[in-house]
Structure formats: structure tokens, C-alpha cells
């Protein structure tokens, strides 16, 4: 068994299909805004794991996308093989970023706001 699709709230699915795939790089998978949405999946593995960006569309799904982002907790985890570089390269995109890249003991972090309610983490083992 292995995880074929997993989805994140957004504000706005169509936004988050556009920062999603010309900011973060990710490659459109299914993408019908007259249903309110999208998915996408890496550009380095288009058979992958699929993100459904969700419509925060009901009173508890935005509770816990605004619990989540106003403690800082990430909605999801982003994995890269050279995280200074995926930092440097979404920085100069204007992606807001908490915080430089930080070692801890199970890898080297990062975490930035997504535009779209959700604050994400890049991590490099």
C-alpha cells in the first residue's frame, strides 16, 4: 500500500494552483476551477503522491487551517535533496520564509507561508 493522493485546505484553490506550480514548481495533475479544484503533483515525479488543494469551504476545516498556521505548524512537509538552494531560489520568487534554514537534529528545516492560509515546511535529511 502507498499514499496516492493527500490534500491540503487553501483560501483559495485557484490561487494556490498558480503559487503551487509557477512559484513552488509543481506540475498540474487536474486542474477544474469551475469545481473549485486542483491538484498537483513534483515536477521530479509526476506519478507520485498527489496534492489535492482543498477549499476551506466549512467552519471546521478553517479552524484547523487557522489553528495550524497561527501556532506555526506546518500543514505539510516539502522534502529537497539541497535545501539552501530551494531556499535561495523561492526567496528571490518573493516567498516568505519564517525563518533561514535551520539544522535541528533530524535534518536541516525551513518553513514559509504558502499565500494560501498554510505555512509549509521544507526539510533536507
Known amino acids: 500500500m502507498k499514499i496516492g493522493m493527500t490534500s491540503v485546505f487553501v483560501n483559495d ?7 503551487y506550480t509557477e512559484i ?3 506540475m498540474e495533475k487536474m486542474c477544474m ?3 473549485n479544484l486542483a491538484i498537483v503533483v513534483a515536477a521530479e515525479d509526476t506519478n507520485g503522491t498527489a ?10 476545516s478553517k479552524q484547523f487551517q487557522t489553528g495550524l498556521y497561527n501556532t506555526g505548524i506546518p500543514a505539510i512537509v516539502f522534502i529537497t535533496n539541497n535545501i539552501q538552494t530551494e531556499y535561495e531560489k523561492l526567496k528571490a520568487k518573493g516567498v516568505h520564509f519564517s525563518s533561514e534554514p535551520v539544522k535541528t537534529e533530524w535534518g536541516i ?13 521544507l526539510h533536507q535529511a
Do not use: R, S
Open 109 to 121: 528545516q525551513a518553513i514559509f507561508d504558502d499565500t494560501c492560509g498554510n505555512m509549509i515546511q
Open 13 to 19: 484553490p485557484a490561487t494556490a494552483f498558480k503559487f
Open 51 to 60: 496534492l489535492l488543494l482543498g477549499p476551506v469551504d466549512n467552519p471546521l
Open 33 to 35: 476551477p469551475q469545481y
Open 24 to 26: 513552488l514548481g509543481f
